[in-house]
């Protein structure tokens, strides 16, 4: 079973592996490590099924502390 299909945005393969995400929720950004993502090959967007989806946010709910905080440089663009 293609849990991904296709990639949405090119149509590129997606292979399955764990990822580190960007993961943004209430204007918190959080990184999230070893996620089982669908990544497409040609354009690297990440995919996710919904029972992934949903594990991500029940483990940012429950998080007593992040294991590691760095600095994010933000960077306008116009
Ligand atoms: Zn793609």
């Known amino acids: 079973m293609e849990p991904y299909g296709d990639c949405a945005y090119c149509g590129g393969e ?3 592996r764990l990822q580190r995400v960007d993961y943004r929720v209430h204007g918190q950004l959080y990184i ?3 996620v089982l993502a669908g990544v497409c090959l040609q ?3 990440q995919f996710f099924t919904a029972e ?3 594990r ?3 483990v940012v709910a429950a998080a007593a502390g992040p294991i590691e ?3 994010i ?3 306008a663009v116009t």
């Open 56 to 58: 991500m946010e029940s």
């Open 32 to 34: 999230l490590e070893n």
């Open 69 to 71: 905080t760095i600095p």
């Open 43 to 45: 354009c690297e967007e």
């Open 14 to 16: 997606i292979v399955e």
């Open 52 to 54: 992934v989806a949903h």
């Open 73 to 75: 440089p933000v960077i």
